[in-house]
């Protein structure tokens, strides 16, 4: 289990890879993101992309995923994310996941808790980065090490 106390600045995780199919893509981006290069294989040939590429929703659900099944966290919540897409994900990718902790603020107040500052990568088979996502997650404390 992951908490404030035993998860350290620059600690990094590896997670499971996530292969990127069309079909999923298209049924993803009917509901959620209809544009023509998310949501029409023909359409999105001629589009600026050249063919289908998956919704920035559709990238930060997977990122959601694997970071649940990286570990188990004692979380008390999300507060923030930002996240950047770098480039175009595309079907047919496999993308890999990456999570590094990068800071970590005791809370003043509830000394049962902190603030971590994760920052996630999703990658492509190519080494291309396709999502960089910076979360800040509440996480208590070890309960051994609450003075």
């Known amino acids: 289990m992951v908490n404030f106390d035993n998860c350290t600045i620059g ?3 590896q997670g499971n890879s996530f292969y990127l199919n069309e079909k999923d893509i298209v049924e993803f981006s009917l509901i959620w993101d209809p544009q023509p290069f998310h949501a029409d294989p023909i359409a999105a040939k001629t589009s600026f992309y050249g063919g289908i590429t998956a919704p920035s929703a ?5 990122a959601s995923k694997l970071f649940n099944d ?4 004692a979380g ?8 950047e897409i770098a480039k175009p994900a595309r079907a047919g990718d496999t993308l890999s996941f990456m999570l590094t902790c990068i800071k970590k603020i005791p ?4 000394p049962d808790r902190g603030i ?3 920052e996630l990568k999703l990658t492509t088979q190519n080494g291309d980065v396709v999502l960089k ?10 309960e051994s090490m609450i003075l």
């Open 76 to 83: 008390i919540g999300g507060i923030k994310h930002e996240f």
């Open 133 to 142: 996502q910076q979360s800040i997650i509440m996480l208590y404390r070890d």
């Open 11 to 13: 600690q990094t995780w």
């Open 107 to 110: 809370s003043k107040s509830k």
């Open 116 to 118: 971590v500052i994760f």
């Open 70 to 73: 990286t570990n188990d966290y």
């Open 58 to 62: 559709y990238l930060f659900c997977i």
